[in-house]
């Protein structure tokens, strides 16, 4: 049997979707962008959403429309994907690394408050997995500072912490529709906000800084002059690709159920003390991005190598990004700073979670990591 990592979902009905955007005049960002992003504005109860082509794409624009630029420092934490930091690094600012909590791999305000110096501009927040940081905690313990929230909200799109979703109490929360994620374009993304001075300087910052998208400038047959206002880049999302998001959204509930029962199921099966698994959190609604187990750092390659053979995908999400050779050879961190995120970091890898996992799959990714792996390191490991 062969278990891929992911494998999506989108069928006839996506391609239907993306044969007719096809018949648009435009086939860059329009009518079809428009009405999901009105749909996703429904989804999220938030004042203003922005489709973009890529989370990193638009963060840098977030990060722009913040004004944050050389000089400043954004707190992000170690245990993340790269893309999280890097983006901060694009812009010119400092990323700085703080560690996270050792139940949960979340940011809590005890992780980072003394990091928090008269240059800090912002606070990126990882809703590692899909489980939430509390935002609301850490914007309150922040009180009149004068410091912007984002929410990577790459693994977070079905999230919510005591019935809120992100985007609620943060300045923008930004999510990824990569190839892999809960719901995908192949590429693509998006930011959300309640801020409708950020949302215009936004529409600015996703798309060159100019002050008028393609559709506007063409309205009515009339061309209209358009100014460059400030810098932007180039983030916006393609109809063609906006296509394939809105049945994925009326279908979300329906994919969330079965990732609850493929976790539940992974769950009951590694009840074992020679593996940790986050815990879960009180009062939120985790969207299962990714089904991460910790093994004795000592076996961890070996672990990889066994699913390998036996043809099952697996991911390491993620390796520190305090320890990337580009991080390192810059501003040459020490582990111990960051004890958890080193730890974790160590032992970590995925196992396939996606709606369209077959119970025999499962089954067989259990019994492979049950009878041929687990065995070979149950001497020795340890917490
Ligand atoms: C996937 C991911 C990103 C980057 O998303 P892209 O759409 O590929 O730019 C950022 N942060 C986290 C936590 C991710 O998992």
New binding site residues.
């Given amino acids: 049997m062969c278990v891929p990592f992911y494998k999506h979902q989108l069928g006839p009905v996506e391609q239907q979707a993306i044969f007719e955007s096809l018949n648009n005049e435009i086939l860059t960002s329009g009518s079809i962008c428009k009405d999901v992003e009105n749909q996703l504005a429904e989804y999220f109860s938030v004042k203003h959403v922005k489709l973009v082509n ?6 840098i624009a977030t990060l722009l429309a913040l004004g944050i630029k050389p000089g400043d420092e954004v707190i992000v934490p170690s245990m ?2 790269i ?2 930091a890097n983006v901060v690094e694009l812009v010119g600012a400092k990323p700085i690394f703080c560690d996270v909590n050792p139940d949960t791999l979340l940011m809590t305000y005890e992780d980072f408050k003394h990091l928090i110096t008269p240059n800090t501009k912002a606070i990126m927040l ?1 809703h ?1 997995y899909g489980q939430m940081c509390d935002t609301k905690a850490i914007k309150d313990a922040l009180g009149d500072l004068n410091i912007r929230l984002i929410e ?1 909200s ?2 977070s799109f079905e999230s919510e912490f005591n019935g809120t979703k992100p985007g609620t109490y943060s300045d923008a929360a930004i999510f ?3 190839a ?2 809960n719901v995908t374009t192949g ?3 998006a930011i959300i906000t309640n801020h409708g001075d950020l949302y215009q300087r936004i529409l600015q910052t996703v798309l060159h800084g100019m002050s008028a998208g393609a559709a506007q400038r063409y309205e009515l047959g009339k061309y209209k002059h358009w100014e460059m206002e400030r810098l932007g880049t180039k983030a916006n999302l393609p109809d063609i690709l906006a296509s394939l998001l809105p049945s994925q959204i009326l279908k979300i509930d329906e994919k969330l159920k079965i990732r609850n029962e493929l976790s539940e199921k992974y769950d009951f099966a590694f009840q074992n003390e020679l593996i940790r698994r986050p815990q879960l959190v009180n009062n939120c609604k985790t969207a299962h ?1 990714l089904y991460p187990l910790w093994v004795n750092p000592k076996f961890r390659d070996e672990v990889i190598y066994e699913l390998g053979v036996n043809k099952i995908g697996v991911t390491v ?2 390796r520190p990004v305090h320890q990337m050779k580009y991080y390192r050879d810059k501003y040459n961190h020490k582990d111990e700073l960051f004890p958890v995120a080193t730890s974790w970091g160590a032992g970590v890898l995925c196992l396939p979670l996606f709606p369209g996992l077959t119970s025999d799959q499962q089954e067989y990714v259990i019994k492979t990591f049950k009878e041929k792996i687990l065995p070979k390191f149950s001497n020795g490991a340890s917490r």
């Fill in positions: 890529s989370w990193t794409n638009g963060a993340t994907f893309a999280t990882v590692l990577d790459a693994h990824s529709f990569y892999t994620k590429e693509g993304g991005h999400n993620f």
